[in-house]
């Protein structure tokens, strides 16, 4: 069974501009979640998507948003992007959204300059 | 202050030392705690997964978690090169994957 993939794995983006990123489930998985990885922060919890549906959300602006289709993948996207949004951005998959039960991606590596 | 607090290292052993990994947290609603391993350019693997206090062992692995202290550890025995990586401890009080809180992680390198 395939894991968890994330597109694309590195990214160069300026100051103001937006991005999305993707990441699709391990197959039969109806949860996802993103994460922010930064060194002096750690991991932070961003969103969890229920079948299509946003079932928590952390504490990051409204610059942050995401989506889950119906085939479960599901795209976050960061608008007017600045300097401290450099960070691995990370999915992590699961079948009815149980915590012991997540598969992580490899992450998307963002870079704002 | 931060709700997990986790030495950040890095933790250098020798090949066969027994290590011990640790996190403290101040939450007391959290129920569920999790041991993530990540190795470098890769996502967090999930190692060990307890509900509530008590011991459970899983091959080298033996996670802890003390509940009245808010204290959980992490041990693994005859270490090996391979462990080589970053050690992400989290927690959780539902039982979702919602909001999991992650500790900073503890980068373990394990020498010949």
């Known amino acids: 069974k395939a894991g968890v993939t994330q597109t694309p794995r590195y990214l160069i983006k300026t100051r103001g501009q937006q991005v999305t990123l993707s990441c699709s489930p391990i197959s039969g998985h109806r949860s996802v979640s993103w994460y922010q990885q930064t060194p002096g922060q750690g991991l932070q919890f961003l969103f969890e998507?229920?079948?299509?549906?946003?079932?928590n959300k952390g504490n990051f602006p409204g610059r942050f948003s995401g989506r889950q289709f119906s085939n479960s993948r599901s795209e976050m996207n960061v608008s007017t992007l600045e300097l401290g949004d450099s960070a691995l951005y990370l999915c992590?998959?699961?079948?009815?959204?149980?915590?012991?039960?997540?598969?992580f991606g490899p992450g998307t590596r963002l870079t704002v300059t | 202050q931060k709700e997990v607090e986790q030495d950040p290292g890095p933790l250098s052993v020798p090949e066969g030392a027994i290590v011990s990994l640790n996190c403290t947290y101040s939450?007391?609603?959290?129920?569920?705690f999790m041991w993530y391993r990540q190795y470098s350019r890769k996502g967090p693997e999930l190692l060990m997964y307890?509900?509530?206090?008590g011991n459970k062992e899983d091959g080298r692995f033996t996670a802890q978690v003390d509940k009245s202290s808010k204290y959980i550890s992490l041990f693994i025995r005859d270490s090996q090169p391979s462990d080589s990586a970053t050690y992400l401890c989290a927690m959780e009080n539902t039982g979702t994957a919602s909001k999991l809180t992650f500790g900073t992680g503890t980068r373990l390198q394990v020498t010949l």
């Open positions: 939450n007391s609603a959290f129920q569920y």
């Open positions: 998507y229920f079948s299509e549906t946003q079932r």
């Open positions: 307890t509900y509530s206090s």
């Open positions: 992590a998959s699961s079948l009815a959204g149980i915590a012991g039960e997540q598969y």
